[in-house]
């Protein structure tokens, strides 16, 4: 197949979007997953595996950690998801999205041995790309594979992975519909990525939720705070100036190019994930280096400086906390202009709450490309509701428009909320001539 035969394909595969559009349809089975690999001869076991799971914060630290691990000189798969603006950016091989012929190729073949599952077994969506993004690896070959679960974990197709290591960001409340209410429901389904004589590096401190993650019977649980740490977290030119601690060692001064503070946690949950999988501290020069090069497209990304415009898929509670915060400590602003779409399920007031939308001089919403968008007018109204001025547009373009047009010197468009959103914006930017193409 051709990669556009390909796509096609795949989309004619149950979606996670439309199971949770459509409560009818079923949630995935790990024993479906479990069937596929192994018809694929189980190329998950091709090659060791960090694991990573959390609430907030796992994609970027999935890719912190394949810097580190290519600083060591290792060829390094990473699965992460979702995608901003392309399905290739799933798959990455040392931060190299998977080309278009190789997509189309590994689609292709897993079409080709699917009929051999039986229609009862049919794999999902994110089934089949994870079986994708496995079998890419192996046939690459890669060194080592850094994957990011999908959602939750003891039920999520990555787990079919015997994670060397494995990494929890933290545990919030998100997707309660299908991970359960409370965050000992969510902690639960996160540990079940956890394998009996891992390492897992926690970057959840709660007590309470401590002793989920030590069922699951880890050679050595690593705690964020205990055995590594964040000692000093300050706002430099362009990003974070570090000091950071490992059980292995200490690291000073070490620049990462990554707006806000959660983001030097979300490294530092890296860094000891890096530790805990060669069994030695990191030379410090390879630290710094791999700090630097960090890229976390979406996640307080600046892509133009006239007008400021800031990108940032803080999909809940908890991400639009660490949004707010890191826009006021990091830009000096005179005003701020939002533009904010949600997906359904999300409590709007909420959610505009954390973001701080009353500190906005115009909220500007827009409705996910997404079949559980949220209607933008509805989002709209909430806004109003708190005291915002807010205006509501039929689209990411429409929004973006308005933004643009309204921004005045010395402010910022603060692009947020559903990552659909932010994906869709980071396009749009990178075509206008007046704010420049997003960095890679």
């Known amino acids: 197949m051709n990669l556009g035969e390909a796509l ?91 080309d278009d012929r190789d997509l189309a190729e590994v689609l292709s073949d897993l079409a080709g041995l699917e009929h051999l599952l039986g229609e009862e077994m049919r794999p999902t969506w994110f089934e089949v790309l994870a079986a994708a993004g496995f079998r890419y690896f192996a046939d690459r070959p890669v060194d080592v594979a850094v994957v990011e679960v999908g959602m939750g974990g003891r039920w999520d197709a990555t787990n079919v992975a015997h994670g060397q290591v494995s990494v929890v960001t933290n545990v919030r409340l998100d997707h309660t519909e299908l991970l359960g209410p409370t965050r000992e429901h969510i902690a639960t389904e996160k540990a079940g990525i956890v394998k009996p004589g891992s390492t897992l590096v926690l970057g959840e401190t709660d ?63 890296a860094l000891a994930a890096a530790e805990a999988f060669f069994g030695a501290p990191l030379e410090p020069d390879l630290v710094a280096e791999a700090a630097a090069m960090v890229r976390s497209p979406g996640r307080m ?38 533009v904010v779409g949600m997906l ?58 308005v933004a643009l047009g309204e921004v005045g010197e010395g402010e910022a468009v603060l692009v947020t909320g559903s990552l659909y959103v932010v994906g869709a914006a980071r396009s749009l930017l990178a075509r206008r001539p007046e704010t420049g193409a997003a960095r890679p």
């Open 8 to 98: 096609a394909w795949l989309d004619r595969h149950q979606n996670l979007e439309r199971i949770l559009a459509d409560r009818r349809l079923s949630a995935p089975r790990p024993e479906r997953m479990r069937r596929f690999a192994h018809l694929l001869g189980d190329p998950q076991g091709a090659y060791p595996v960090l694991h990573l799971t959390g609430t907030n914060g796992k994609t970027s630290a999935a890719r912190a950690l394949t810097q580190l691990l290519v600083a060591k000189g290792l060829s390094v798969g990473t699965f992460t998801s979702p995608h901003l603006e392309a399905l290739n950016e799933r798959m990455t091989t040392n931060g190299v999205p998977i």
């Open 207 to 269: 007590p309470a939720l401590y002793d989920i993650f030590a069922a699951q019977e880890p050679e050595a649980i690593w705690l964020a705070g205990r055995d590594y740490a964040v000692e000093s977290n300050v706002v430099a030119v362009g990003g974070r100036l570090l000091d950071l601690r490992t059980p292995g060692a200490s690291y000073e001064g070490v620049y990462l190019d990554l707006h806000g503070a959660h983001q030097g946690h979300n490294f530092a949950c």
């Open 301 to 338: 990304e600046v892509v133009s400086q006239a007008p400021l415009v800031v990108l940032d898929g803080a999909k809940n509670v908890a991400g639009a906390e660490c949004f707010a915060r890191a826009v006021s400590e990091e830009f000096a602003l005179r005003g701020r202009v939002m």
């Open 344 to 401: 359904g399920g999300k409590d709007a007031r909420e959610m505009l709450e954390a973001l701080e939308a009353v500190s906005c001089r115009l909220v500007v919403t827009c409705p996910p490309p997404s079949p559980r968008a949220q209607p933008a007018e509805e989002v709209a109204e909430v806004a109003r509701r708190m005291g915002c001025q807010a205006l509501a547009t039929a689209s990411v373009a429409d929004a973006l428009e």
